[in-house]
């Protein structure tokens, strides 16, 4: 039930109010305040076995950021279905009018170390833990519908060009420097991504005020094995507000923690977030039917063409009682899946698979880490999975291993009609290939689309964020690469923001680099918009 979570954590959960003060021995500790000495006024012994044990502790306290998403802050809720959808997915959280499944999600900026402010300009995750009666399924999303390259491949490339410079550790501010800005030109999948990310959407006023997006296709797939393509949406039900860059900035400064305080806050108010669940779904045969390729993580489904229904809704009403041991400690995945959810081939999908679990193992500290209170399951979990870091599971029996005759009760598998997870028979055929179909290199076509869609003023933020944020790159060619490649998407923004940051402003769309030549370009001195 929707409790199910909750009443598992409270096993975990310790109360050291009044008790005697022990060692992790048990051993109870008559003085805390004074190492032991060799006389008043002698040097401490190695025997201080409390003291010992109290520094070592300690040394050991911290574990590594996430390589991305470092910074972020987590609560608990509760997801509740609205309509049964058992005609496109045997999902049983999604079966039955009414059904509550706890959550916890995980809200963050990408881009920052841990101890980075929260109102930077950055795309926000958006990680949601279902904690279903079949095993934990993981959203694990984003604020924008659109990622900045469509091959996993490209990852570490596209981190490394947005993190602190490796030579000095400048600047902290993703958006704001020359790997940042010539990745994007090199790389121009990025165009629609980027454009999302020169928007207010980047600048979230609320964790509450945001929306939520899968990103990929995923699939549904019913009891009856029929399969549908899937994209999830989140909709905050107080609707999407964003700062203002002025405000952005100021706060940074004055409060670095102004997202986190307003979640805890409000939850402590009992003024509870909600978000309802949106689906968008394509009948499989209907896959090759749009002139993007649906497995192009830099495209969204236009709602025109495929609009959203609304299925659940999720309400977030208990803050943490630990942020080490629930917000740090939680390890999502996009590969945590249920039956009636599958993946699509999106290759960048596809990458993820592999990389979350890999990164967990070094960051949680070995193979055990789904026995951590937060990331357990609620349902029963029975493998012949053994030993490793931090086991904490006494398995009994002679037997761990899969077939045996010497046990007759070791854990089988269950048929998919008991429950077990069969991948979707998808037909394959293909040369091993490097490439993808023509569609992925429409780089363009989506980002115009969401320029043409921005409001007067929306436009204008647009093109004030381009300009300060090039006009923080040093280099003359970056600042003209960029305003070359987003001649593409919309000439008149793209020659307003080439005056603003000294750089020749594009006499039209060209996706060659270095179309304009640098050395033609203006003195370099930069005109960044006070905003
Ligand atoms: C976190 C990899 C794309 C959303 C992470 C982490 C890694 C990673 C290694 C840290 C996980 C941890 O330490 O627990 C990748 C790779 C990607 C990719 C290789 C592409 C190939 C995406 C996309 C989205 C996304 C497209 C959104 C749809 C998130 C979120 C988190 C995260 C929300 C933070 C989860 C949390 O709060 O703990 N990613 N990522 N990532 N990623 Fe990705």
């Known amino acids: ?3 199910s979570k909750d009443e598992q954590l409270e096993q975990f959960r310790s109360d050291d109010a009044g008790k005697d003060l022990t060692t992790n021995q048990g051993v109870k500790v008559s003085e805390d305040e004074f190492s032991l ?3 008043e006024r002698g040097p401490t012994l190695m025997e201080d076995f409390h003291f010992r044990e109290k520094m070592t502790h300690f040394d050991h306290e911290r574990i590594p950021e996430r390589v991305v998403h470092a910074r972020g802050y987590a609560a608990h809720g509760v997801f509740e279905a609205y309509d049964s959808l058992e005609h496109l997915t045997k999902a049983k959280f999604l079966s039955e009018k009414g059904k509550k499944t706890p959550v916890f999600v995980r809200f963050s900026t990408v881009a920052g170390s841990r101890g980075s402010a929260e109102t930077v300009r950055d795309v926000r995750g958006f990680a949601t833990k279902f904690y279903t009666e079949e095993g934990n399924y993981d959203l694990v999303g984003n604020n924008m519908p659109v990622f900045f390259i469509q091959d996993a491949i490209k990852f570490p490339d596209f ?3 947005v993190k602190p410079e490796p030579h000095n550790e400048m600047p902290q501010a993703a958006s704001a420097h020359d790997t940042l800005w010539d990745f994007v030109a090199h790389n121009q999948e990025t165009a629609h991504a980027i454009m999302w990310l020169m928007s207010d959407r980047a600048l979230p006023r609320s964790f509450r005020m945001m929306d939520g997006f899968g990103v990929h296709a995923f699939r549904f797939v019913n009891a009856e094995g029929k399969s549908h393509f899937v994209k ?6 107080l609707g999407v507000h964003s700062l203002v860059w002025d405000e952005a900035q100021k706060i940074s400064g004055k409060d670095p923690d102004f997202n986190r305080r307003d979640l805890y806050e409000a939850i402590e108010n009992g003024d509870y977030p909600e978000f309802e669940l ?9 896959e090759h039917k749009f002139d993007f390729d649906l497995l192009d993580a830099t495209k969204l489904w236009p709602q025109e063409e495929i609009p959203i229904q609304i299925v659940g809704k999720m309400t977030l009403n208990r803050n943490v009682d630990n942020v080490f041991a629930e917000t740090e400690q939680v390890a999502f995945h996009a590969g945590h899946v249920v039956p009636g959810i599958d993946f699509s081939n999106d290759p960048l999908l596809q990458g993820r698979l592999f990389s979350y679990t ?3 193992l070094i960051r949680l500290g070995g193979p055990n880490f789904h026995e951590l209170p937060i990331n357990r399951p609620v349902c029963p979990f029975h493998n012949n999975q053994r030993d490793g870091y931090g086991r904490q599971t006494i398995n009994r029996g002679q037997v761990s291993y899969h077939k045996n005759g010497l046990a007759n009760n070791t854990p089988a598998p269950a048929s998919p009609a008991d429950g077990g997870f069969e991948h979707y028979q998808e037909k394959m055929e293909g040369r091993k290939v490097r490439a993808r179909s023509e569609s992925f290199k429409d780089h363009f076509s989506q980002a115009a689309m969401f320029w043409n869609s921005m409001s007067a003023p929306e436009k204008e933020h647009i093109i004030e964020a381009f300009s300060f944020e090039l006009g923080k790159c040093k280099e003359k060619v970056v600042r003209q690469n960029a305003v070359d490649m987003f001649a593409n998407v919309n000439l008149e923004m793209a020659q307003t923001v080439a005056k603003n940051v000294g750089a020749v402003p594009p006499e039209s769309g060209n996706t060659e680099i270095g179309k304009t030549s640098p050395a033609l370009s203006q003195e370099n001195t930069i005109k960044t918009p006070a905003t």
């Open 358 to 360: 890999d990164t967990q």
């Open 278 to 286: 949106g689906v968008q779904i394509i009948p499989e045969e209907d």
């Open 1 to 3: 039930g929707a409790d």
């Open 37 to 39: 000495k060799a006389g």
């Open 159 to 161: 981190v490394h060009a």
């Open 232 to 237: 999830f949406n989140w909709k905050s039900t």
